[in-house]
């Protein structure tokens, strides 16, 4: 269907009234949770304006699958550009699928959920549907790595991607945590509010890490988290050493035991890796007594007893066996023109 067979709302620039689209077929991943087909479809010929229109096919996404078969779907048709028009989960299974493939096609983002990580990291527009699309039919297209987690996690060995952070222990307990009426309302602030509670939920796991190949260190730790990206929300940058195209990705270790402990993390966070990095007196992570940063670009997890397992702020199951790795320069990604 052309995109100019929709009706376009508001006032654009002149400029995006031009977009010279940089796709010839376009295939629009949606999640019909998130946002309707109509609403998409005002944005995208608003994003057009005069310019001409690609061809573009839709797919709408379920809860048995929240995107991979629906991003191959728009390959086999041949799209050039597949975009994810929904929250990170959406990103994620149409990120898998294009890396997997081996596409050449570019993923683009229309950003709908309360996260939305990788838009924040890659500045995609977040607050306007017709800039969000602009960007991904006319804008640059960035290389990006994609990081894998391969676990059982109850139903045999998968491989799953993520976009830019997985985690077990406080981290994956604030998602599971959290009220979901209350991120309905809120948006991100509902992950604070949970993490008194995930603190109180979580406990000291035992653990072994086999760093890229290495032998196998033992650890006592509550938190582990693995990125390729290092923004969240609220601007809170938790690795600071971490871009997503630089091949590798950066390892979090929280071993914070009692109030000394914890006053430990807070002053390595806010401190060590945050102020002292914004008035230039640092230029790479510092890791403490509670606080262990790595670079890395695979780590086998051992863990003494299963724990949640979230990626990209979705719990996947309960596993004692991860293996991260990332896959260099996965992804075309479609972000704004500078």
């Known amino acids: 269907m052309d995109a100019r067979g929709w009706r376009a709302t508001g006032n654009r620039s002149r400029e995006l009234r031009r977009l010279a689209v940089n796709a010839t077929h376009v295939g629009i ?8 087909k109509e609403d998409l479809g005002e944005a995208l010929a608003e994003a057009i304006g005069d310019g001409e229109a690609p061809r573009v096919s ?6 048995e699958d929240p995107g991979r078969g629906q991003a191959q779907e728009a390959l086999d048709a041949g799209a050039d550009v597949v975009v994810a028009a929904g929250g990170d989960g ?11 493939t081996e596409t050449e096609s570019a993923l683009g983002i229309v950003p709908m959920g309360t996260g939305n990580l990788l838009s924040r990291n890659l500045e995609v527009p977040l607050n306007s549907l017709p800039d969000a699309f602009a960007a991904a039919l006319g804008g640059d297209t960035r290389t990006v790595d994609l990081a ?13 991607a993520f976009t830019v952070m997985a985690g077990i222990g406080i981290d994956a307990h604030m998602i599971t945590e959290t009220d979901e009426d209350l991120k309905g309302k809120v948006g991100w ?10 603190v109180s939920a ?11 190949g290495g032998e196998t260190e033992r650890h006592q730790a509550h938190t582990l988290i693995v990125g390729n990206c290092g923004l969240l929300t609220g601007g809170v940058t938790l690795l600071p050493d971490a871009t997503p195209d630089d091949g590798e990705l950066d390892m979090l270790v929280l071993s914070a035991d009692g109030v000394s402990g914890w006053l430990d993390t807070l002053r390595s966070m806010v401190w060590d890796n945050g102020l002292k990095r914004l008035v230039g007196a640092s230029d790479k992570a510092e890791s403490s007594e509670s606080v262990d940063h790595r670079r890395l670009t695979e780590v086998v997890v051992d863990l003494e007893q299963p724990r949640m397992l979230e990626l990209d702020g979705d719990e996947v199951g309960e596993t004692a ?6 896959q260099p320069a996965a992804l075309q990604v479609r972000v704004p023109r500078d």
């Open 148 to 160: 894998w987690a391969q676990a059982d996690c109850g139903d045999g060995d998968v491989r799953l």
């Open 90 to 100: 959406t990103v994620r299974a149409v990120a898998e699928c294009l890396a997997d």
């Open 29 to 36: 991943v949606w999640n019909p949770a998130k946002t309707s």
């Open 202 to 212: 979580s406990d000291i796991i035992a653990m072994g890490l086999a760093v890229d």
């Open 58 to 63: 839709w797919y709408e996404t379920s809860v």
């Open 321 to 326: 066996r991860i293996t991260f790795s990332v």
């Open 189 to 198: 602030l509902a992950y604070v509010e949970s993490l008194g509670r995930a």
